[in-house]
């Protein structure tokens, strides 16, 4: 994981990196949790701070996803990875009542047609983004999604309900 990928505010963040030299398979993984800051309001100073915990984020599985095109050879396959991710906000008062911040679904990565796509759901509450980076090169944009004018913590509670499917080149 490049320390650079990180110099951005999360709640919660996975980054997964897929080896397709033979088998295709995980080569690295990282799920971790973000850091909240309370600010006093008048005065701008830290009142406190606190990491939400990754206990709950997990990469279910990972498989093998035959490709239907039939003018690939059948050694060629996609790579299917199903995230069940889910983080408090660990500084909102009853932030266990509030509900955990939720994103569930399965990414496909397709090495010979170089797209990837991302189908599940999302919370109505923060924003969520994420980021294909193949052979090392700049990111691209999966999906930027941000939460509707009004939403909070208070929309957090029960499993993501936001549906997403979207997929991109790389």
Request: overall charge neutral; proline content about 9%.
């Amino acid at each position: 994981m490049s320390e650079t990928r990180l110099n951005h505010h999360f709640k919660m963040h996975a980054d997964v990196t897929v080896s397709f030299e033979g088998q295709p398979r995980i080569a690295d993984k990282a799920l971790l949790g973000g850091l909240s800051t309370q600010i006093e309001p008048v005065l701008g100073t830290v009142i406190q701070t606190g990491v939400s915990s990754n206990a709950r984020m997990k990469l279910v599985q990972i498989f093998q996803v035959p490709t239907p095109n039939p003018f690939i050879p059948p050694s060629s396959s996609s790579v299917a990875i199903r995230f069940d991710l889910a983080a408090s906000i660990p500084l909102v008062p009853l932030a266990d009542a509030a509900g955990d911040i939720d994103m569930t679904g399965v990414l496909v990565i397709d090495p010979v047609a170089r797209t990837a796509s991302f189908n599940g759901f999302l919370d109505q509450f923060p924003a969520f983004e994420a980021f294909v980076i193949a052979d090392r090169g700049s990111p691209r944009s999966l999906f930027q999604v941000f939460p509707q004018r009004g939403n909070t913590p208070l929309n957090l509670p029960g499993a993501a309900n936001n549906p997403i499917k979207i997929s991109t080149t790389f």
